[in-house]
């Protein structure tokens, strides 16, 4: 079904001297958008937007952004409430349903989510083909990818029930798949996941158990993660939802889909800014080598920008980073780590870069990645991960956006055009005459 939308108007374009009227859509909130689906067929004229900085590629009701005001709606909830009142599970509910569970629906969700969480046990042996310094995206994108060969059942698209299947499938066995690319890392045993647990829970079992010894999860940190979750969870059509949806526009299975996400979110730019805002505070290392990091970040010739600043959407603070601060603050607490040397160096870094008028003409903030690394550290994950379980996070939300993409009657196969600037015609010269 496609959203109704609500026309408030027409724009009028004059391309040489030929008037065209479009369709001016108001959202529930937000910019109105110009329909510009039709000029090709009535003008003969192609848009030009690389990077996508004006186009809605979609109609959607599932998240909203408001970068000036540094806003984040989840079917019309604030991030800030949800992360303070439901968890991770509650959260998945909501994206795909597009309401909050009552105890009975949530109960049935947890069930059934659970019921999936193992692996079909020859995938776990589809690990052994990996070598063992693989960087675990590369693993997670590989074994997500191949979802598809050992579940024929759930890949077809035409049966919602299948769809169904398919979505719990993934959020269940994304945190195994994740656990078991980091256990494969390790040169660890697998550990089979425990449905008794929560969801990061059960996660930090997986990831952090070994055989020879009982593992207790410390509720505070599973409870950290689990917030960490919910802030992934989704973020409207950014590179990597865009990719999952344009992958599954030609009918492609979901899971193919998803590693396709997964390979999107894979860049610094995107999703790896995690693991590179790391690596970044642990080059700066102190306070004192700061200002040197600045000036390279301003350098227009220098490459480095600081990792875990700035955003396409976000130009106010972005209100994941804000939880993320305060999340990050009450685990090294938990931990007794309240003097951590590279949470010191963040908060000046983020100080000193918040009233330099560099950052401030641009309206560069801290984004979600700039304290998420160092949680997830103090949790025990190494740099690597990070992507990773960013990766599982949103699986929910890719998973979410691809289903309402599916129900659409709008929809059709993602093909975007071009500005041509190659040669117009050439004449061909046989090989033995070039
Ligand atoms: N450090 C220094 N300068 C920056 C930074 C930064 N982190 N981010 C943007 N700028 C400058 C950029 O050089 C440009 O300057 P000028 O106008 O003089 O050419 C201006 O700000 C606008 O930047 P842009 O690259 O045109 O903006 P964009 O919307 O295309 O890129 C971004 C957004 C997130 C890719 C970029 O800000 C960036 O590379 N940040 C660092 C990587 C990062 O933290 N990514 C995580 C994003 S949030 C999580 C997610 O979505 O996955």
């Not at 027409?10 to 039709?38: F, H, M, R």
């Not at 103090?378 to 990766?391: R, S």
Request: charged letters at 25%; glycine letters at 6%.
């Amino acid at each position: 079904m496609a959203v109704k939308k609500n026309e408030t108007g027409t724009a009028q374009i004059e391309i040489n001297g030929t008037k065209y009227d479009l369709p001016i859509y108001k959202p529930s909130i937000g910019p109105e958008v110009v329909d510009i689906s039709k000029l090709y067929a009535q003008a003969n004229v192609f848009t030009y937007d690389p990077g996508f900085t004006s186009t809605a590629n979609c109609s959607s009701t599932i998240t909203y952004v408001d970068g000036e005001n540094g806003i984040l709606l989840y079917r019309g909830y604030k991030i800030d409430e949800l992360v303070e009142n439901t968890d991770f599970l509650e959260v998945s509910y909501l994206l795909l349903n597009g309401e909050l569970p009552n105890k009975k629906e949530k109960e049935e969700f947890d069930n059934a989510v659970t019921y999936h969480s193992m692996l079909h046990e020859q995938m776990t042996r589809f690990y052994q083909g990996f070598r063992r310094d693989a960087h675990p995206m590369a693993i997670t994108c590989g074994v997500i990818g191949a979802l598809s060969a050992f579940y024929h059942d759930s890949t077809d698209i035409s049966d919602a029930h299948q769809r169904m299947v398919a979505t719990r499938r993934l959020i269940a066995k994304m945190p195994t798949i994740a656990a078991m690319a980091y256990k494969y890392t390790l040169g660890q045993p697998f550990v089979y996941p425990r449905n008794d647990l929560d969801y990061a829970s059960n996660f930090m079992h997986m990831c952090f158990s070994v055989p020879p010894e009982e593992y207790k999860v410390n509720e505070i940190l599973s409870s950290a993660l689990d917030k960490v979750f919910i802030l992934h969870a989704d973020h409207e059509q950014n590179a990597s939802t865009s990719t999952v949806r344009l992958a599954g526009s030609s009918g492609a299975n979901p899971f193919a889909c998803i590693a396709a996400g997964v390979a999107s979110l894979w860049g610094p730019a995107h999703g790896g800014a995690n693991e590179a805002a790391l690596n970044m505070l642990d080059e700066i290392q102190t306070p004192d080598n700061i200002t040197k990091f600045i000036k390279k970040a301003k350098d227009s010739s220098d490459p480095f920008r600081l990792m875990g600043f700035g955003h396409r959407v976000y130009k106010s603070y972005d209100p994941r980073a804000k939880i993320m601060q305060k999340t990050c603050h009450e685990v090294l607490d938990a931990l007794g780590l309240k003097d951590d040397p590279l949470l010191k160096v963040a908060m000046e870094l983020e100080k000193i870069a918040l009233e330099d008028p560099y950052f401030v003409e641009k309206k560069l903030y801290p984004n979600v990645d700039f304290y998420s690394g160092i949680i997830l550290r103090a949790l025990g994950f190494p740099k690597d991960m990070f992507t990773v379980l960013f990766a599982l996070a949103r699986t929910v939300g890719w998973i979410s956006q691809w289903n309402e993409m599916i129900e659409d009657s709008e929809q059709r196969i993602g093909r975007p055009r071009q500005l041509y600037m190659g040669n117009a015609s050439k004449e061909f010269i046989k090989i033995e005459d070039r």
